[in-house]
């Protein structure tokens, strides 16, 4: 079993990266393999709804030019997912929120029905803003979202600071474990499976 997370911040080694560490590290200790992805620095294009991907059917963005491809293509082996990003302005980094959101409409065969969670950092507030804002698409992606004892944040401004925060550690340790629960269930022989989705009834209000 594989649990792919993905560092939704500027920074390869901020906060961020220090709290998906320590989730990354107790669902190791569970014997859960793990794979990390930094969305990195370089210009990420936004989605201009072109719909190139859906009429291609190839679960790919037609942009091909940043990290958006190489994050569907890891979430196809992946079995779990945890998403982190720093605090701006009581919202997700944007270049993430970029990227997230054409992964989800381009991939979102390969994030759905799989357990995710996400992870938000912050120096001071906003933090429940921008978990919650990252929870939306699993729960239309009919994702199971795995939680911990708090919501999932950790406290910190200079790099690698959160580790002070003791009680966000542990947090993360817990949404790990709980993580490595899910999952080693969902494999066992006897779980039950899925029931199908009902056709797709869509219904817009302006008529």
Known sequence: MKVLLINGSPRANGNTARALKEVAETLAAEGIETETVWIGKK??????????CRAKGNDRCVFDDDVANSIIERLESADGIVIGSPTYYGQPNGAFLAVWQRVCFAGGAHVKTKPAASVAVCRRGGSTAVYQCMNMPFEMLN?????SQYWNVAFGRDEGECERDTEGMQTMRTLGRNMAWLLKNLKRGDAVPR???EPWQPMHFIR
């Open 195 to 197: 029931s199908a989705d």
């Open 43 to 52: 210009p990420v294009r936004g989605c201009v709804a072109c719909g190139q």
């Open 143 to 147: 994702c199971p979202v795995v939680t």
